[in-house]
């Protein structure tokens, strides 16, 4: 078996051993991230490298594909707020939003954590970068992270993951 990876041409060389190498991709944030103001929208941070090929981290919020191609985009948020308040999460590739990308999640109950989660399949050409971005209509709401747990011992749950996965050349 051969180690195989897809040029800017979409051909597929080998070289070396192991299996076929995709562009690939996953960060997560252990931080809490507050809607800071309700008149502005907000870039999502990341904190934590958790794996990548392929596309770069070239700030703690943007992530540049080395490849040409498209895309599942998979984003994953706990948040948390007060009941009848909401928050916004939508993808913008190189400074500009993704038409009909947004999600908007109100809160059931106050204090009450919620799952937010999205994909997207988003073409992405060599040296295109793209962002999470957010929105709330109360600095009451906060994408949540919560540390590690003990008895049992279990790991902290990030406020946000991400993962990136090439699905074809295009």
């Not at 078996?1 to 070289?15: C, N, P, Q």
């Not at 960060?27 to 907000?42: C, M, P, R, V």
């Not at 003990?150 to 699905?167: C, D, E, G």
Request: glycine share 8%.
């Amino acid at each position: 078996m051969h180690y195989g990876e897809f040029s800017d041409a979409g051909v597929l060389s080998f070289a070396g051993n192991g299996g076929i190498s995709l562009p690939h991709l996953m960060q997560s944030d252990l931080t809490d991230q507050a809607i800071a103001n309700i008149t502005l929208a907000q870039v999502i941070t990341f904190d934590t490298d958790v794996h990548h090929h392929d596309i770069e981290r070239t700030s703690a919020s943007r992530f540049t594909s080395k490849k040409t191609g498209s895309y599942l985009v998979t984003f994953s948020g706990i948040v948390i707020g007060t009941a009848g308040n909401k928050i916004e999460v939508w993808l913008r590739v190189n400074g500009s939003d993704v038409a009909n990308s947004n999600t908007s999640y109100t809160f059931k109950g106050t204090a009450v954590n919620g799952l937010v989660a999205v994909s997207f399949i988003q073409h992405l050409d060599k040296g295109d970068y793209f962002e999470f971005w957010t929105w709330g209509d109360s600095t009451s709401c906060k994408w949540d992270a919560m540390a590690a747990g003990s008895s049992p011992t279990r790991p902290a749950v990030p406020s946000i993951i991400i993962t990136t996965n090439y699905v074809s050349f295009d």
